[in-house]
């Protein structure tokens, strides 16, 4: 089946560092793939997508491009802020299934000014 | 607003005594989805449905039950609550196939003495 591995967390950086969060998958088909956020003590939000090979997902200063060559799915983000402290969690999901999402194990990330 | 609502947020029960969390979603969302979220595993899809009256298990469905009568609710029963199930639990919507974001509720934290 399909699986997705995050990188363990906690990661933790200075105010403006650079980010870097490793996701890469297993699939049997061709899924789009997403980052979500979860601020301390809410639900999660979808940060950025990527439908298909080599698109590039984008949102707040973050980044993520779908690898098919070595199905990974990297979440980046140049100057990281201290609100930026949650926990991120790398997804897939095909767009004509009721089975709607299959999430990595999350990756916590502390940021201290 | 938009938005995925749970109730109760915070439940503490014994086990074996029957428990309903309440999901609704107030945007015409064709599919709801119910997921536990546990430390390093991520979430798990325990079942989804894509329309009234349509249910389909997840990835983690013993010892749940959900129901879909009306379009906008979709609840959570544990028949018979066991300690193990003592996690943190999400509902989710989203559109339809052609849709990819999913809405998340904030959350329902259930521990099982």
């Known amino acids: 089946g399909d699986s997705v591995t995050q990188m363990e967390g906690p990661v933790t950086l200075s105010e403006e560092a650079f980010l870097t969060i490793n996701c890469t998958y297993t699939?049997?088909?061709?899924?789009?793939l997403f980052w979500y956020v979860q601020y301390p003590g809410e639900g999660l939000q979808l940060l950025l997508k990527?439908?298909?090979?080599?698109d590039k997902g984008s949102n707040k200063g973050f980044e993520a491009t779908y690898r098919k060559e070595t199905t990974s799915f990297h979440l980046e983000k140049g100057s990281v802020q201290v609100s930026d402290s949650a926990v991120y969690f790398c997804?897939?999901?095909?767009?004509?299934?009721?089975?709607?999402?299959?999430f990595g194990g999350g990756t916590r990330l502390m940021v201290k000014p | 607003e938009a938005q995925v609502t749970q109730n109760p947020r915070y439940l503490i029960t014994v086990t074996g005594k029957k428990l309903t969390v309440t999901c609704s979603q107030n945007m015409n969302h064709e599919y709801m989805s119910w997921y536990r979220q546990d430390p390093g595993l991520g979430l798990r899809q325990i079942y989804y449905s894509m329309n009234v009256e349509v249910t389909d298990k997840g990835d983690v469905p013993e010892g749940y039950k959900v129901s879909r009568k009306e379009k906008r609710n979709f609840p959570l029963i544990l028949e018979s609550p066991s300690p193990n199930q003592t996690s943190l639990y999400f509902c989710?919507?989203?559109?339809?196939?052609?849709?990819?974001?999913?809405?998340f509720g904030p959350g329902t934290r259930l521990t099982v003495t």
């Open positions: 699939a049997t088909g061709y899924p789009s």
């Open positions: 990527a439908t298909k090979a080599d």
């Open positions: 989710a919507s989203r559109k339809g196939t052609t849709s990819y974001e999913q809405y």
């Open positions: 997804a897939l999901a095909y767009n004509n299934a009721g089975n709607m999402l299959t």
